[in-house]
């Protein structure tokens, strides 16, 4: 009889080992390297907008990924106040979006950076002065 309680205890603390080292192997499996991210192209949108009087002079967007960096430089918008620009990026990406304008002297001019993802506005951030600097990360 003794025997018969030793042996139970053996194959049931064998069986709550097993059980453990089943569900520790299920947990670090789904955290190995690469799971989890979204690596394809998302769809952005960024719109660039000055009140009536603002006279846009240059906008840089920056691709940043990593250490390699692309540059984009606009400096000509043919007396525009407004400006659009579609880019597909990865979430390891970072854009950069620097709008330099000016606006009269006399009234405040304001200068909206707008970000859109799938038709949903994640970024709008206004800048206002005589001579504006704004910039946004995403």
């Known amino acids: 009889m003794f025997v018969k309680v030793k ?23 789904s ?14 949108v960024v719109e660039v907008k000055g009140t009536k009087n603002v006279d846009l002079q240059r906008i840089e967007v920056s691709l940043i990924e990593g250490k390699d960096i692309t540059t984009f430089v606009k400096d000509s ?35 909206t950076i707008r970000v859109k993802k799938d038709k949903n506005i994640i970024k709008d951030i206004e800048f206002k002065g005589e001579k504006i600097y704004g910039e946004v990360v995403f």
């Open 7 to 29: 042996l139970f205890l053996v194959c049931a603390l064998v069986a709550l080992g097993a059980s453990a080292c089943s569900s520790d192997d299920s947990t670090t499996s």
């Open 77 to 111: 918008f043919g007396g525009k106040r407004e400006w659009t620009k579609e880019f597909k990026k990865t979430v390891k990406q970072k854009i950069t979006v620097a709008v330099n304008a000016e606006g009269p002297e006399e009234e405040v001019s304001v200068v």
């Open 31 to 44: 955290t190995k390297k690469g799971t989890g991210y979204r690596v394809s192209n998302e769809d952005y």
